[in-house]
């Protein structure tokens, strides 16, 4: 178990983040069921999916939940979720119990979407950081430590350091590559850089995760320790070694430089969109909804063309784990359900009993299939399903993503896989590259990526990679 400060010390610092009358109150169980809950909780777990009692169905208020139980401290931030054509944003505040955790709701600000991406959910690099992360720490807004919880038993020496220092800097556990400046240097000029963990050899990188209520600096972190490595111990299919992968001009240099300053603009945007900083009129909320879809589209392309730099690298390969391409499939399709209720879109998930092992990088795996059904959402029409099953057939395991769009044409399927095609669409923010990247992927796995398509048919975009064969 994670050992943090007091908690009556820290109950005292988070009731300050939230100031405000409570709206609303809320109870889970230690299995991160919502028990309780009153309106409008109550109401908006139900329109997500959920039923009360049931699993928190609002996806970034079960990652709190599950962190605060985990580490036995009490968080807060902003939660934003989508219900019917209105974005949500609420400030909420969770406090562990002896069984379970206890949520208050201080703000409820609603305001309608200014696009069908939705103005909630974190950039697709901390939705599947969040999922391959070996280490988790929370800091508070001096980016001192609070609590730290790892599985790994090769971070186990720096665990135990960490929690033995609870109250210092993180950077002095985890000290950035190439830095001299007297630490800690500002969050945003730390989040994503490369840091030295003291007796590995792997290459690691952190994400910080700030928690922020709107018109306010950052009331504390999450930190997530990263490797692009496998972990010692496992054995790769071909035993030739891993050749160190270079990170080019885009990767190294510029996206750590603009991805923070574009996110500050998007963090302030949904800010006065929102009208959380105070009353505006229509014309200028929406303008700042422009502002704030803007900023997201250049993230995305910055993301698209850091990762473009990776896999044309000639020394690029894949760190293979022995993984449920099911359950991979249910996860991905659980981080996007939200978008595809935007649309009204259902997506029809593998169910919890079937199993597809395989040998592929689950990161890459996830990033694919996130990429796969996220595009079958934008281009569905509103009212349709996604069917996302696995299968295994011969030495592959298989995951198909179905849609009921328009289809493709012969010609068209040979053309979807190059790199900035974009089949004449335009308007919906692509920049081509989703497809070209993931077909890469998927063949630096071994594997492939391919279509089968009718126009007025829809498409299956069929993702194959290696089955392990010992399962």
């Not at 969040?130 to 919880?149: K, M």
């Not at 690691?204 to 972990?231: H, Y």
């Not at 009129?281 to 700042?288: G, H, I, N």
């Amino acid at each position: 178990m994670a050992r943090g400060i007091d908690p009556d010390e820290w109950r005292d610092c988070a009731m300050t983040l939230g100031d405000g009358t409570i709206l609303a109150r809320a109870a889970c169980d230690a299995h991160d069921r919502l028990l309780s809950a009153d309106e409008p909780l109550f109401g908006l777990q139900r329109r997500c999916g959920g039923e009360v009692p049931g699993i928190v169905a609002i996806p970034e208020l079960l990652d709190l939940v599950r962190g605060a139980r985990q580490t036995r401290c009490p968080v807060a931030q902003v939660i934003r979720a989508q219900d019917d054509s209105d974005a949500i944003s609420f400030w909420v505040e969770v406090e562990p119990e002896e069984e379970g955790c206890s949520i208050r709701v201080r703000s409820w600000q609603t305001a309608a979407l200014v696009s069908e991406e939705g103005a909630s959910g974190e950039s697709r690099r901390r939705v599947t950081d969040r999922h391959v992360t070996e280490l988790c720490a929370w800091l508070d807004a001096g980016q001192r430590l609070i609590a730290v919880a790892s599985d790994s038993p090769e971070l186990a020496q720096l665990v135990t350091a960490m929690e033995g220092g609870i109250g210092h800097c993180w950077t002095d556990f985890l000290q950035p590559e190439n830095v001299t400046h007297q630490q800690p240097l500002h969050w945003r000029l730390l989040d994503g850089a490369p840091v030295i963990v003291p007796g590995s050899s792997r290459s690691w990188r952190v994400t910080l995760v700030p928690q922020i209520k709107p018109g306010f600096e950052p009331s504390g972190f999450e930190l997530l320790l990263l490797s692009d490595e496998a972990a010692s111990g496992w054995v790769p299919a071909v035993p030739d070694p891993i050749p160190v992968q270079r990170r080019g001009l885009v990767g190294q240099d510029l996206a750590p430089v603009l991805r923070q300053p574009i996110a500050r603009i998007v963090a302030n945007a949904e800010t006065i969109r929102t009208r959380l900083a105070g009353p505006l009129p229509d014309a200028y909320a929406e303008y700042a909804g422009e502002i704030a879809s803007a900023g997201k589209l250049l993230l995305d392309l910055l993301e698209d063309m850091a990762d473009l730099e990776v896999v044309e690298d000639d020394s690029f390969s894949t760190n293979p784990d022995f993984i449920d391409l099911a359950e991979v499939a249910r996860q991905a399709a659980g981080i996007l359900g939200v978008r595809a209720r935007e649309k009204g879109i259902v997506i029809v998930s593998p169910p919890s009993d079937d199993h597809a092992p395989a040998l592929a990088e689950f990161r890459r795996v996830l990033q694919v299939l996130l990429n796969l059904i996220g595009n079958a959402i934008r281009y569905s029409p509103n009212g349709s399903r996604v069917d996302v099953h696995v299968e295994v057939a011969g030495v592959h395991a298989r995951a198909i993503v179905a849609d009921q769009g328009p289809g493709l044409n012969v010609s068209d399927q040979a053309r979807v896989f190059e790199k900035f095609e974009r089949l004449g669409r335009s308007g919906d923010g692509g920049a081509g590259l989703g497809l070209y990247i993931s077909r890469r992927l998927a063949r630096a796995m071994d594997g492939d990526l391919l279509i089968e398509s009718v126009p007025g048919e829809g498409a299956r975009f069929i993702l194959e990679v290696p089955r392990d064969t010992e399962a």
